[in-house]
């Protein structure tokens, strides 16, 4: 894929469209790419390099864009695997080079790689500089903008934010689709937890004159800066981006699922505009996790299993947990043959997250909806409407 940053930054990344699982738990239709990025100056500097699934490619990709001139340095600005995972094939390729770094960096870069680091590394800190010539680079550390040791780099002279897996999106450079979408999916279930990380770096960001933004993953931001980062203030900030309820169930034999249907058709009648109902145990967890912090209300309704909650709301409500997912009001509704316990197993987990109401009343069916339930949903639905 063919994308233009400059005349001197060149994109050298590559698209990933074979990939059955990114990080082994998140479907990528449209693909992945990853980004990397070569300055040419009187110094040349390479921006990261790719997952080792595509180092072939990206070493094609380097080479001529290098053109035969030697390699400088390597930044390096995040450690995982799909963007650290060529290092070592460029340390064969440019023995020379300095890769550049913080101290995390270098403490964690021998766990994953035999290479000798004496006398190779640049170890930056917070604010530092380093001239290649008509362009600078200064180094801001991103401290859990996914892991520790991440940092995002910012080019002074073509104002240009290098952002690590910040404004990163799923779907390779040649998907046309909505840039939101899959970024949101791609920010809650990836980077969500860490959204007092993600506020620190914004505030730094905000000291800068950006004119370009770009990440690790997806397209290359230089339109409507404002949008995205307000968009990323929003979601850092764990504030409802929309107002709407989704509707999560978690069904076995599908009459979790209409009663979670009704209560959607209730929610409609009384003037909610925006109702998003979801099957669990068939929709993409990640697609739901990011509407359940989309919206500024949820109600989570699931059959009762084995004493507990059918398997696939209790892996939502983990994920919801190690997300972080908190300032939302949500309502439930269980469902039991005998002795129903999905409530109260649901409830249980809602109560340990932060500033998450629970609106009552919490709906109980048995089996299957009856007439005798209606005044309960119709409660339910009343208290989400506040
Ligand atoms: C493996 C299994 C375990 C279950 N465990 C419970 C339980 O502990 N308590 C209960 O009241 N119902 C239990 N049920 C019954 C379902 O929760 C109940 O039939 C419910 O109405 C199913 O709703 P659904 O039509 O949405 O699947 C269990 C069902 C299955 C298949
Ligand atoms: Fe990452
Ligand atoms: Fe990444």
Known sequence: MKVTIS???????????????????????NGVSYNSYLILDEKTALMDTVDARKTEEWEANLKEALAGRALDYLVISHLEPDHAGSIQRLLELYPDVKLVGNAKTFSMLPQFFDIELDGRTVTVKEGESLSLGAHTLTFYMAPMVHWPEVMVTYESSEKILFSADGFGKFGALDTEEDWACEARRYYFN???KYGASVQALLKKAAGLDIAMICPLHGP??????????????????????????????????GNTGKAAEKLAEILRQKGVEKVVV???????MAEVIEDAFRYDRMIVAGASYDGGVFPCMQDFLNHLVSKAYQNRKVGILENGSWGPTAGR????????????????????IRSTLKEENMADLEALADAMLA
């Open 7 to 29: 005349d001197n930054i060149r994109y050298i990344g590559v698209d990933d469209k074979t990939l059955d699982l990114f990080e082994s738990q998140y479907v990528v239709p």
């Open 190 to 192: 990836i980077v969500g």
């Open 345 to 364: 197993t649901m409830k249980a987990v809602l109560e340990t997250m932060k500033n998450v109401t629970i609106a009552e009343p919490m709906v109980t």
């Open 220 to 253: 290359i931001l230089k339109e409507n800066l404002a949008y995205h980062i307000g968009l990323y203030d929003t979601w850092s900030s764990y504030r409802p981006e929309n107002s709407g309820v989704l509707i999560a169930y978690a069904s076995i034999h």
């Open 278 to 284: 979801s099957d669990l145990a068939r929709e993409d």
